[in-house]
Nanobody, 118 residues
């Protein structure tokens, strides 16, 4: 069955770095666009970063200020999010999402918590 499993979350101090990983199984990873979303308490889920399946091009939320980098490894069925200079406002549950533009089929991971606090 389809699975997206996130890992790498946790507690980090302001200014620190973290790397999230999402490992996929049960579908053809290479044809799916992969994204990271986040949802902070009391807020709507928002797109953080996306990497396109075919071109590998990326786009990011404007609010990030270039602090995050998304990447993928199709051989390992993984997508990663490297986060630098973390701020308290980055505290949220981070979700991995797979989207196939041909059919609009999409899958979500279960989420991983990131807390940025001193």
């Amino acid at each position: 069955q389809v699975q997206l499993v996130e890992s790498g979350g946790g507690l980090v101090q302001p200014g620190g770095s973290l790397r999230l990983s999402c490992t996929a199984s049960g579908f053809t990873f290479s044809v799916y666009d992969m994204s990271w979303y986040r949802q902070a308490p009391g807020k709507e889920r928002e797109l953080v970063a996306r990497i396109i399946s075919t071109s590998g091009s990326t786009n990011y939320a404007d609010s990030l200020g270039g602090r995050f980098t998304i990447s993928r490894d199709n051989a390992k069925n993984t997508v990663s999010l490297h986060m630098d200079n973390l701020k308290p406002e980055d505290t949220a549950i981070y979700y991995c999402k797979a989207e196939w533009r041909v059919t609009n089929k999409n899958y979500w991971g279960q989420g991983t918590q990131i807390t940025v606090s001193s």
